[in-house]
């Protein structure tokens, strides 16, 4: 029992010191940006900013390939306090990676003045009206693209979100593929 | 000398740590989709695995003996472990441009059961010291040669046809069943 602690902790203690001599003597002079870039990063390793995790992205980001705002888990303070650092304009999180909940175009019907600039720009024909009549969306044919809401001059219609239910819930896509591998 | 080179062939081909003896397949699936990843993967592990074979080797000789047998599993792991780490930061000073190529599959090689694998092998086979590092680089290098093999088959394999239910993992766990069956063919090579 004694001979097996004693032996234990021995391998452990000779191969903690050489780590730890190795540690100092090996020492790479790095950018010092990276470090401090990597400790405003949340260390979540997600992926999401298509680097393999965060250190990547800092080292991305200190040699100016990425932008700032890639960054998901950290948020809006994360961006913020990035740019601060970087002495760079905040911006806000790339739109891309944000998950945008699925949502339809519902158009204002009070406010439709019937121009159909709306139903050409629809690229699955899921608005129905015609010239100087009031137009409407067909919510099951709507893609939720949000192409519509720019020509509409009157600014008459939004998007709205789809609650989750049984009906409408899917398994969510897992994959994040990465940029680069090394 | 010609033991030296019978275990070094018996390793790579006949007793293949991953095709015969089914170990390290986490990283054949893992690292192999393509060439060059595989390269690194396999250029790292043998680096590590002939170390850690000798160095375990003397553990075992000069530290554990017979009556601390009992430890040998949880010293290995300690001292792959250790390597590994040692190595990384060893690497990472001395040559930049090999970091870059080899730095992510590193902490790895920590997980690879053919890494612990081999120096319970070479307990069991009372191998000596330079049988051991033999043994060990063989083992890594047929880990190496059926790691790039198989690489090259999924790198075309991507551009196959493969029926849907087949694709991905499953065609690639068929090829290397295949692949297993085909190495069958080096038994005898060598008694």
């Known amino acids: 029992m004694l001979a097996a602690i004693l032996v234990m902790s021995g391998i452990a203690l000779v191969l903690g010191g050489i780590l730890g001599w190795a540690a ?8 010092p940006l990276v470090e401090k870039i990597d400790a405003i990063l ?14 990547p992205y800092a080292e991305a980001i200190a040699k100016g390939e990425a932008d700032i705002n890639r960054c998901p888990p950290g948020g809006e303070d994360g961006v913020k306090r990035l740019a601060e650092l970087l ?15 699925k949502s339809v175009a519902v158009i204002d019907e009070n406010l439709c003045i019937g121009c159909t600039l709306c139903i050409q720009a629809c690229p699955v024909d899921a608005i129905v009206g015609a010239a100087k009549q ?16 720019a020509p509409c001059p009157v600014d008459c219609i939004h998007m709205e979100v789809i609650k989750e239910d049984v009906s409408s819930w899917k398994w969510r896509y897992p994959i994040i593929s990465l940029k680069r591998a090394a | 000398m010609q033991d030296y080179l019978l275990i070094l062939l018996g390793t790579v081909f006949v007793n293949n740590i991953v095709m015969a003896k089914m170990l390290g397949l986490c990283p054949f699936m893992g690292v192999s989709r393509k060439l060059e990843t595989s390269l690194g ?6 680096f590590v695995l002939t170390l850690a074979s000798g160095l375990s080797y003397l ?7 017979t009556e601390l047998a009992y430890l040998r599993t949880l010293s290995f792991i300690v001292v792959i472990a250790g390597i590994v780490g040692f190595t990384e930061m060893f690497i990472r000073k001395t040559s930049p ?31 000596n010291f330079v049988e051991s590092l033999f043994f060990g680089m063989g083992g890594a290098l047929g880990f190496t040669l059926v790691l790039v093999l198989f690489a ?4 075309r394999l991507e551009a196959a046809d493969v029926p849907l239910p087949f694709r991905g993992t499953s065609i690639a766990l068929v090829t290397a069943g295949l692949m297993s069956l085909a190495f069958m063919g080096f038994a005898g090579l060598i008694k």
């Open chain 1, 24 to 31: 100092i003597r090996f020492r790479v002079e790095e950018d």
């Open chain 1, 42 to 55: 949340p260390q979540t390793q997600c992926g999401q900013c298509g680097y393999p995790g965060c250190k």
């Open chain 1, 87 to 101: 002495g760079v304009e905040p911006k806000p999180l790339d739109e891309g990676l944000t998950h945008k909940p």
């Open chain 1, 134 to 149: 009031m137009h409407t969306v067909i919510p099951e044919l709507c893609t939720g693209c949000e192409l519509c809401v």
């Open chain 2, 41 to 46: 993967m396999g250029a790292a592990t043998t």
């Open chain 2, 59 to 65: 553990i075992n000789t000069y530290l554990l003996g």
């Open chain 2, 97 to 127: 441009v090999l970091f870059r190529v080899l730095g992510i599959y590193l902490p790895l090689i920590t997980t690879n059961c053919a890494v612990l694998g081999i120096p319970l092998l070479n307990v069991q086979a009372q191998h």
């Open chain 2, 152 to 155: 090259a088959i999924r790198e």
